[in-house]
């Protein structure tokens, strides 16, 4: 029996992860996927499975992928300063022209018309994580009494959730860079 063409599972993970995220899953197609995977239908199924599992795993893949901004929260030595590098670092990728404009997470949570439990739960676990790590650091802040004892940093970490996706749209519809950093500033050093 011969062997069909050898293919780069990661590379092609990463051009199905593309499609996905500039054109949604709604609107993507099987031959969108597999004209920018360099795929034959029967690989896509044999390693992926159908468009729906492949696009639980392009989102995987995605997250992934983004974990060092987390990095960057969870081993600040300064809260101000770890928000305020997170942010540049975000706003940052969201302007990236080499990547389609917003948060493939984000995009996924405002695109669906009605994802299905699995789908709601990735996402979901993805804003918690990351609300969750604006809430260590802001802790940790108010414990070195670098924030006010009186701030309730509940709030303020999903604040801060909110401004990330915040950004995530406005970087989607193309609103003025010089804007979205404004906007971060001035929450920054309103705590």
């Known amino acids: 029996m011969s062997r069909g063409k050898e293919f780069d599972k990661k590379e092609a993970l990463h051009q199905a992860m593309l499609v ?19 795929l034959s239908r029967s690989s896509l199924y044999n390693t992926f499975g159908d468009k729906r599992a492949l696009y639980i795993c392009a989102l995987e893949y995605y997250k992934k992928n983004r974990f060092y901004k987390l990095d960057i929260l969870n081993h600040a030595s300064s809260a101000r300063e770890g928000i305020r ?18 948060c493939f997470v984000t995009n996924t949570a405002v695109t669906m018309e009605s994802p299905d439990e699995e789908l709601k739960q990735l ?22 009494g670098e924030i006010g004892k009186t701030i309730d940093i509940k ?21 003025d860079k010089q804007k979205i950093e404004q906007m971060m500033n001035t929450v920054i050093s309103n705590f």
């Open 155 to 175: 709030v303020l970490a999903c604040l801060l959730l909110n401004l990330n996706h915040s950004i995530n749209i406005m970087a989607k519809v193309n609103i």
């Open 85 to 102: 590098q997170y942010f540049e670092q975000h706003i940052s990728s969201m302007y990236d022209t080499n990547c389609p404009k917003g």
């Open 20 to 38: 996905f995220w500039e054109k949604g899953y709604n609107v993507t197609n099987v031959p969108d996927l597999l004209q920018a995977m360099k």
């Open 123 to 144: 996402i979901k676990s993805h804003f918690i994580n990351l609300e969750q790590s604006f809430y260590k650091l802001l802790e940790r802040g108010q414990q070195r």
